[in-house]
């Protein structure tokens, strides 16, 4: 099953509008990816955070780790319809942490 | 185009009938994964393998379903008498492993089996 928490299921914005989505475990966290599925489409990977606390931007997208390694984030400022999509984190498992476990990942819908 | 290639992209069978998937990974790369995805859930992790090796293999996986990947390039995953339950998206995804460093993803456009 799946370990990851990922909230809200989904969210709809009116383009302009910044965005957030939520990824909660209940165990600390090797590291943790992010993944990005077009309408449509297959996930493409985004980025990955390992540190505790980490943040990382890509243009208007910033992800962080948490302090503990239990949550991450991924805010999303001033929200374009390019960003439509459903955006999943995933948790690396296995002795390779070869295993991907992905949350449910939040639908995204940006009204022009 | 040296991305992740499925083949077939759709599939439609009928209950009982076996079906086989095939995935050819990105050249270098020496992991290949298998995933499945119904509507409104994320990828479920089914298999990997590093080289020809099978390294992991979900316990959700049935008998039913096998994969192989022969010469360590190209995979397939069959699965024998199909149930309307296995009706989703096949995703295929390869990477290359470093040691210490948790590899990236490259999925595929996936098939689609309906099972009718």
């Known amino acids: 099953g799946q370990q990851v928490m990922q909230i809200p299921q989904y969210q709809h914005v009116q383009e302009g509008e910044d965005f957030t989505t939520y990824c909660n475990s209940s165990t600390t966290l090797s590291n943790i990816q992010w993944y990005k599925q077009r309408p449509g489409g297959h996930p493409v990977f985004l980025i990955q955070l390992v540190k505790s606390g980490e943040v990382k931007k890509q243009k208007r997208l910033t992800f962080q780790f948490g302090e503990a390694k239990k949550n991450s984030s991924l805010h999303i400022t001033a929200t374009q319809t390019t960003d439509v999509g459903t955006y999943f984190c995933a948790e690396p498992r296995g002795s390779t942490l070869g295993r991907l476990y992905f949350g449910r990942g939040t639908q995204l819908t940006v009204w022009p | 185009d040296t991305g992740v290639s499925q083949d077939p992209r759709h599939k439609i069978t009928k209950r009982g009938q076996n079906v086989t998937f095939r995935c050819d990974p990105i050249s270098e790369h020496n992991r290949l994964y298998w995933y499945r995805q119904t509507l409104g859930q994320g990828p479920e992790f089914l298999t990997y393998?590093?080289?020809?090796?099978?390294?992991?293999k979900s316990r959700l996986l049935s008998d039913r379903f096998s994969a192989e990947r022969p010469k360590g390039s190209f995979s397939t995953l069959e699965i024998q008498r199909t149930e309307q339950g296995d009706s989703a998206m096949y995703l295929c995804?390869?990477?290359?492993?470093?040691?210490?460093?948790?590899?990236?993803?490259?999925f595929g456009p996936g098939t689609r089996l309906t099972v009718l």
């Open positions: 995804a390869s990477s290359l492993a470093r040691q210490g460093i948790t590899d990236t993803q490259y």
């Open positions: 393998f590093q080289n020809e090796a099978q390294l992991e």
